[in-house]
């Protein structure tokens, strides 16, 4: 199974993963996006959240 992972040393926090995807991606407490434990992500929402991402921060991982 694939996940999303977003690489928090690159992520500008610009939120558009949280517009675009928030059943996956969320600002957590600490200030930092975070990834939901899902049993399968949804391709095509997550697809757009990468597409959109200024600075590539997120990516496919396989899990």
């Known amino acids: 199974m694939k996940r999303p992972a977003v690489d928090l040393a690159t992520c500008t926090l610009c939120m558009g993963c949280v517009e675009v995807c928030p059943e996956v ?3 957590n407490d600490a200030g930092y996006i975070a990834v939901a434990e899902l049993a399968a992500y949804p391709f095509d929402p997550v697809t757009e959240a990468i597409k959109y ?3 590539d921060a997120i ?3 396989e899990a």
Request: hydrophobic share 45%; proline share 11%; glycine share 0%.
């Open 25 to 27: 991606f969320s600002l």
């Open 53 to 55: 991402c200024p600075v």
């Open 59 to 61: 990516t496919w991982e």
